[in-house]
Nanobody, 122 residues
């Protein structure tokens, strides 16, 4: 069983901040990358930020300088700190990991969190 549990979404005014958390099952094995995606109504799901196991990162151009992705290996948790939020950031945010389910697997798969709503009012 691989589970990703997200938290931290909510309603904020423009210019405010939120921190999203995604706790991943301790049983998951060999994570190659963890990331955050978002999807607004009527739009395609897009990559927001990603972080590798050795802490290299990349960000969508639209969030550079405002969002920070990080991970806590001991807690098997990935975070997304979102500052200077804009109405355009309103979306459902999804956590994703690319990993083997356990140490006896032979392939990597994508695993997704349930999504958390972020709404930014103007």
């Amino acid at each position: 069983q691989v589970q990703l549990v997200e938290s931290g979404g909510g309603l904020v005014q423009a210019g405010g901040s939120l921190r999203l958390s995604c706790a991943v099952s301790k049983s998951i094995f060999s994570i190659t990358v963890m990331g955050w995606f978002r999807q607004a109504p009527g739009k395609q799901r897009e990559l927001v930020a990603a972080i590798t196991s050795d802490n290299s990162t990349n960000y969508a151009d639209s969030v550079k300088g405002r969002f920070t992705i990080s991970r806590d290996n001991a807690k098997n948790t990935v975070y997304l700190q979102m500052n200077s939020l804009k109405p355009e950031d309103t979306a459902v945010y999804y956590c994703k990991v690319h990993a083997m389910a356990n140490s006896r697997s032979y392939y990597y798969s994508d695993y997704w969190g349930q999504g958390t709503q972020v709404t930014v009012s103007s």
